[in-house]
């Protein structure tokens, strides 16, 4: 009997296995400035697709910025700062799966994993910081295209979409007029996914112990100093030394990126709430007002950046990697749907704004 079960779970995995399709196989950097924070090499995962598209995907999971949310980073989620515990292969989810149910318009495109160890949301440039760790995210980055246009076939690509989500999507924004100089004339549109962090007063002041407990604007604050972040030079040159933060932010930082940019972005983003004192869906008066005010201010920076957008009402944090994006839909349409319509006409201004207001009034929602 036991062994017919375990026989059945067998099966069942092989059939996941062939319904998702080939599982993307981890590559190591051997670039030694391109490492994650303890030392070890970065890495990636790779899938050849079988069209000429291709996605470069920044992953997230926060970042850390002083001695003390860095030792409880590498105290709570290790896999976020060394190399030495990835898996040998993954399957894709979302946008990054080859399963055509799921992703049906980027389900044969060339992928490329960009696994996220460095925790400065991808900007960093300094090796053996004052802090102890590296933080080199800007150079994992533009390693890893450069390998791509040398050895995996980046170079015959018709049409790369440069994405990624809350710290990933982040980090498109000191590395996408970069990424863009390298491919030259390969077409480059760019998806920021749960990355439009506001710079509004917390409903909750935290103590900054730990990322949880810090706004982002706080946070970025702290964290550039000992990153030493490649920001985008125009960016830079707007800004002061002490606001260079804020080229991380989507409404300053979003004007500046040269390449074609659509967001996606909930109106009650967890993450963002959660910067901001709100941990839970919010359900007290002083919650439901502050979280309406954020949710009216985001759609403020949005119009006032004109940035074609998608933004759901739902108390959630990004969506581009869970295998139900598709399903959350806005006057019927989805964010992939509306995503892949942008990319053939990405020139001319989309926007899909939930009109009702409150925490997962959409009911759709319920999905994620």
Known sequence: MIKAYYGLIVIACWLIGVLNGAPMKLQYLTDPNAICNDGTPAAFYFRSGSSTKWI??????????????????????????????????????????????INAYWYDASVIDILYCSSDSFSG????????????????????????????????????????SSAGAEGLYPNTNRVAGLLGDIPLLVALDSGWFLDEDPLIAGDCQQLTSCTEQKALMLGVPHWNPRLDAGCMAAKTPNTYYQCMLGKYAYPFLKVPSFVFEYNYDAAALGHDGIYHIPNTNDELAYANQASVNVSLSLQAAKASHFSASCFYHTIETNDNWHKVLINGKSYPQVLNEWTLDPHTPVTYRDSCVGPNCNPTCHYL
């Open 56 to 101: 470069l995907y920044l992953e997230g999971g926060g970042f850390c910025y002083d001695k003390t949310s860095c030792d409880l980073r590498w105290k709570g989620s290790p896999s976020l700062m060394t190399s030495k515990l990835f898996g040998p292969d993954r399957e894709g989810s979302g946008i990054l799966s080859s399963n055509q149910s």
């Open 125 to 164: 440039n300094q090796l053996k910081s004052d802090l102890g760790w590296n933080f080199t995210g800007s150079v994992i980055v533009e390693s890893i295209v450069q390998l791509a246009l040398d050895k995996l076939g980046l170079r015959s690509a018709t049409q790369v979409l440069f994405t990624g």
